[in-house]
């Protein structure tokens, strides 16, 4: 792979290209690199670090890993049919950065932090044993409610600060709790600092309560570009 290189597709528009040789990156090269994990991460990694080399710049499009064209001038060719698109979306994340917030939830932490109900008298042990387990579930119910509701209201305070913001589908991770917020945040960089404190606050105060808010970035705009 060559170093990489700026090609001018007309004023103020610009792409970052290297070449590739065709043995290494080829289609058939790409299909057999894809199953193997540390060639990919490398590849990635290497992809990476050009596009945040530019970060810094008013706006930068990345594109994705294993964009590939045979030669400058299908580059150019592409990119100059795209203008339009290319110049209203960079009009849209100019001067704008990406950050990740994602809240894990430990359900157990949760659960020691609510108050213990009180302890049944013998006469109503067994009424106690046969209404014990419709509360537990209950609880349980309660818990999942009030933890929608929580990271429902982190998303909003959080998108109030930024111009646009994204939620993307939360898994369930089991060794490290329930993954309840995966988002991003497009946050224009004069109002970086003031996010990021917003964040740091709300991970405090939900930090008792069984909730793990972890902010990454700033990011170039990934998410606020493949809709364009």
């Known amino acids: 792979m060559s170093a990489p290189r700026i090609l001018a597709i007309e004023p103020r528009l610009f ?30 990694v290497a992809h ?3 596009i945040e080399h530019f970060l810094d710049l008013d706006a930068v499009l990345p594109m994705k890993l294993f964009t590939l064209f ?17 110049m209203a979306t ?3 994340v100019a001067r704008q950065q990406e950050w990740g917030v994602r809240v894990l939830f430990d359900r157990s932490q949760a659960a020691a932090a609510r108050p213990k109900p009180l302890r049944a008298s013998t006469a109503a042990n067994g009424l106690a044993y046969l209404t014990g387990k419709k ?19 982190l998303f909003d305070r959080l998108a109030a600060r930024a111009r646009d913001a ?20 497009l946050v ?13 606050r709300e991970s405090r105060a939900l930090r008792p309560h ?13 998410t606020f570009v493949q809709e364009s």
């Open 15 to 44: 792409a970052v290209v290297a070449t590739a040789p065709r043995s290494r990156y080829g289609e058939a090269a790409i299909n057999r690199g894809l199953s193997n994990i540390d060639w990919v991460s490398r590849a990635a």
């Open 48 to 50: 990476e670090a050009v």
């Open 70 to 86: 045979r030669d400058d001038e299908r580059v150019l060719d592409y990119l100059r049919q795209e203008r339009s698109r290319l």
């Open 90 to 92: 960079a009009r849209r």
């Open 135 to 153: 509360a537990k579930r209950d609880a349980a119910v309660e818990l999942s409610i009030r933890a929608h509701d929580t990271v429902t209201r």
């Open 166 to 185: 994204r939620r993307r589908a939360a898994s369930e991770l089991p060794a490290q709790g329930s993954l309840l917020l995966d988002a991003a945040f």
């Open 188 to 200: 224009p960089k004069t109002r970086a600092a003031a996010f990021r404190a917003l964040a740091a």
């Open 210 to 222: 069984g909730y793990a808010v972890s902010l990454t970035g700033p990011w170039p705009p990934y």
